[in-house]
Nanobody, 118 residues
Framework: VQLQASGGGLVQAGGSLRLSCAASGFTLDYYAIGWFRQAPGKEREGVSC????????YYADSVKGRFTISRDNAKNTVYLQMNSLKPEDTAVYYCATVTDCGDEYDYWGQGTLVTVSS
């Protein structure tokens, strides 16, 4: 059972990245999936979540209007499209299973580093 975030990198402020969260060993569409980020010296911050039941999406105020979460059940993958990136978005991003959006994260794998230069 594995959950792998990928797609991070170095981008200039105002740029875009798309993160992917791929699962192996289990089916993602049975789970709500959340993205959270951890920047050095800062607390973990929930970024976005997509429910398993009706695909409802949720966003932190800090990313609302700039980030979009989506899922492709056929590919067993959840995406996080990040536009208009800011230096304060720099962090390691993780995807995780949750019982339901708003609950504690249950399982997450290795994160992917996003660095936004000014």
């Amino acid at each position: 059972v594995q959950l792998q975030a990928s797609g991070g990198g170095l981008v200039q402020a105002g740029g875009s990245l798309r993160l992917s969260c791929a699962a192996s060993g289990f089916t993602l569409d049975y789970y709500a999936i959340g993205w959270f980020r951890q920047a050095p010296g800062k607390e973990r911050e929930g970024v976005s979540c997509i429910s398993s039941s009706d695909g409802s999406t949720y966003y932190a105020d800090s990313v609302k209007g700039r980030f979009t979460i989506s899922r492709d059940n056929a590919k067993n993958t959840v995406y996080l499209q990040m536009n208009s990136l800011k230096p304060e978005d720099t962090a390691v991003y993780y995807c995780a299973t949750v019982t339901d959006c708003g609950d504690e994260y249950d399982y997450w794998g290795q994160g992917t580093l996003v660095t936004v230069s000014s």
